[in-house]
């Protein structure tokens, strides 16, 4: 079974620290939700999970599978078996989708996979994602809307098919219905034993894909630990518990943390 381990992991953007020492292991077949304020590293960690050249990584270590992550190129650690879900998809022009994912599938192959078999592949994917086909012969995320962006990180997440997923607000920019559909599908990939840590601002998703274990982020740390009664208490009371019963001052400060949770549940606009 795969492990993804971070041990005392300290990084900084622009030389400004921001996580302080990140302590989380998960494991292949989990799903865990990653909760706290905006500001407080979520997103950071994941970019230094995956080895964005802007986050630099000052002390600590991080090991998947028992191999040193830090030590590899971004596109090593995908072999590997990682994979994330960016929260806003850089449109790509010139680069059409279905070649993107072809390459990026024949990467992790030893084998290339033939023409017949990946467009059969793409058809099924792009089915269960409820997705017109035609969106495979544009260039990547280019005039895609939100709701398209997003459903297209997850139709990479299919073909892909690494061992752990890191989602950072897969959800935003989804009506009901297509949160529906994603959730569907994550559901589907839990049951191959896919492992997911995923950042969410909505309770509605974690509702759906019902997380394993839920921790919590603050001030650039792991402070807590726990079960998914942990992500429903935050989205009804906030974060002041955290204070209040752990004792830990929210460097970033929001105006009143009791008013401060998960996030309202997604509300159909019409619009993805």
Request: proline share 4%; glycine share 8%.
């Amino acid at each position: 079974m795969s492990v993804l381990k971070i041990s005392n992991l300290h990084a900084e953007v622009d030389g400004k620290e921001i996580l302080k020492g990140v302590n989380l292991t998960i494991s292949e077949g989990e799903t865990v939700a990653l909760l706290g304020p905006n500001g407080h590293g979520k997103s950071t960690l994941f970019n230094v999970i995956m080895g964005h050249p802007r986050f630099v990584v000052t002390s600590g270590t991080i090991y998947f599978d028992d191999i040193d992550v830090l030590a590899l190129p971004t596109n090593e650690r995908a072999k590997l078996g990682l994979f994330l879900g960016m929260q806003a998809p850089s449109e790509v022009p010139g680069v059409i989708n279905s070649d993107f994912l072809k390459s990026a599938l024949n990467a992790r192959r030893e084998k290339p996979i033939s023409t017949y078999n990946f467009y059969k592949l793409l058809d099924q994917a792009t089915k269960e994602l409820k997705m017109p086909f035609d969106l495979a012969t544009r260039a990547l995320n280019e005039g895609f809307s939100g709701g398209e962006k997003k459903r297209n990180e997850i139709l990479q997440l299919k073909v892909l098919e690494p061992k752990l997923a890191l989602l950072d607000e897969i959800d935003s920019g989804l009506d009901v219905d297509a949160m529906q559909v994603v959730a569907e599908v994550i559901r589907k990939e839990q049951e191959k034993g896919r492992g997911f840590l995923i950042i969410s601002h909505y309770a509605r998703l974690y509702d759906l894909v019902k997380p394993t274990r839920a921790v919590v982020m603050i001030n650039g740390r792991i402070v807590l630990d726990g079960g998914p009664e942990i992500f429903k208490r935050i989205d009804q009371t906030g974060y002041e518990f955290i204070k209040t019963e752990l004792g830990i001052e929210i460097a970033k400060d929001e105006p009143n943390m009791n008013t401060v949770s998960i996030g309202s549940c997604a509300v159909k606009t019409g619009v993805e």
